[in-house]
């Protein structure tokens, strides 16, 4: 391992005499809605001249094997093997598309696949500018992803969000978010009303209607999970944005990638609820000085409004931050309804 460390390190640092001093390994927190990230580290150390490197090492897996599994119906998981598209962040690094001025992806060092279901990628460990994520770097992502998909038309449907709406929230996450005790609970009711809840029992009536208007679209290749967590500032002033975790094989009605560039932040909590509509109108008008983005709502409720209330935690013990946390995610819940009813259906 130390001679093929020294390789990388050599190939990072455009230094073909560099030796590794010191190594050492750092966990990175992961996500728990990432399903087939299994982890994530950091591999960091010095040369015997001083200089450091680093790089960023991501392990993913298919559904098929992974441990979660059992959480879903029986009948669902041969579907969830072929559903979760656990290869695209690599397939996206190999493939090495052409990307507009201002994007490009991390460079892929090495690629370790251990068996069909399993691979480890090593990556660059992207430094990042200081900054906020304030509304014009809002609008400059969402015209570079205007940009992206104005580079890929591509013929429909979005198969991937058809199987996946049609599947995972029938039946794991609208009965999961529509069970009376979520409603009774004492996270929930102070800040629900029985109009939201109403709301989203409509809205998972619509799904289809939905995916259907969605189809009649253009469609274009996309990121999948354009957040800005995704999209990372490099403070080396390579790119305005370096892409990471590509995460849908499947081409998108355009504006599929607004949705996830909105509520990332609001995900986190690093983003207030009230903050939603200034954020929309930054990117709305980013993408459309580029192309239109009708399909930007239906994809975002599809896939972001039957997990606005994580009810997975509702098990914790009520505290102040948990009180925060769920009147947070229950205001961001009645965003996303609203903006579902908005949609002609």
């Given at each position: 391992m130390?001679?093929d460390?020294t ?6 640092l455009g230094?073909p ?6 190594q ?6 992961c996500?728990?809605y990432?399903?087939s990230?299994?982890g994530l580290?950091r591999?960091?150390g010095?040369t015997?001249s001083?200089?450091s490197w ?15 599994l ?5 009948a669902m ?10 290869r ?12 507009p001025?201002g994007?490009?992806?991390p460079?892929?060092?090495?690629l370790?696949?251990?068996?069909d ?5 090593w990556?660059e ?6 900054g906020?994520w304030d509304?014009?770097r809002?609008h ?6 205007g940009?992206l ?6 013929r429909g ?8 709406a049609?599947?995972?929230p029938?039946?794991v996450?609208i009965p999961?978010?529509l069970?009376?005790?979520v409603?009774?609970?004492p996270?929930i009711?102070?800040h629900a009303d029985?109009k939201l809840r109403?709301?989203i029992?409509f809205?998972?009536?619509?799904i289809d ?5 969605l189809?009649?679209?253009p469609h274009t290749?996309?990121?999948g ?13 390579s790119?305005e ?8 094989n ?5 504006g599929?990638?607004?949705?996830q560039?909105?509520?990332g932040?609001?995900?986190e909590?690093?983003l207030a609820?009230a903050d ?10 980013g993408?459309?000085?580029v192309?239109?983005h009708d399909?930007?709502?239906?994809a975002?409720?599809l896939?972001s409004l039957?997990?606005?209330i994580?009810?997975q ?5 009520p505290d102040?931050?948990?009180?925060e946390f769920?009147a ?7 965003y996303?309804?609203d903006?579902?009813r908005s949609?002609?259906l």
């Open positions: 130390h001679d460390l390789d990388l390190v050599r190939q990072a230094d005499a560099a030796e590794v001093a010191e050492r390994v750092e966990p990175v927190d996500p728990a990432a399903l990230t299994v580290h591999v960091r010095l015997t001083g200089a680093s790089f960023f090492v991501k392990s993913v897996q298919s559904l098929r094997v992974w441990d979660g059992s959480q879903f119906p029986e998981r041969p579907l969830m093997g072929e559903l979760f598209p656990w695209t962040d690599v397939d996206a690094y190999l493939a090495d598309q052409p990307l001025d994007l490009r992806m460079r892929l060092y090495r370790e696949v251990l068996d279901y399993r691979l480890v990628m990556l460990d992207v430094q990042q500018a200081p906020e509304l014009d809002y400059r992502a969402a015209r570079l992803l940009e998909a104005a580079m890929r038309p591509a449907p979005d198969t991937s969000l058809r199987t996946f049609t599947n995972v029938p039946h996450m999961a978010v069970d009376d005790a409603w009774r609970h996270l009711a102070p029985e109403e709301d029992a809205l998972a009536t619509r209607t939905i995916l259907d208007a189809e009649r679209l290749g996309i990121h999970d354009a957040s800005p967590q995704n999209l990372l500032v490099p403070a080396d002033g790119a944005f370096v892409a990471v975790d590509w995460s849908w499947s081409p998108g009605a355009v599929f990638d607004l949705g560039l909105l509520i932040r609001a995900h909590n690093a609820v939603l509509p200034a954020v929309h109108e930054a990117i709305t008008d993408y459309g000085s192309m239109k399909g930007y709502i239906g975002l409720v896939r039957w997990t606005a994580p009810v935690f509702l098990s914790g013990d102040d931050d948990l009180r769920f947070h995610r229950v205001a961001l819940a009645r996303l309804a903006q579902g949609l002609d």
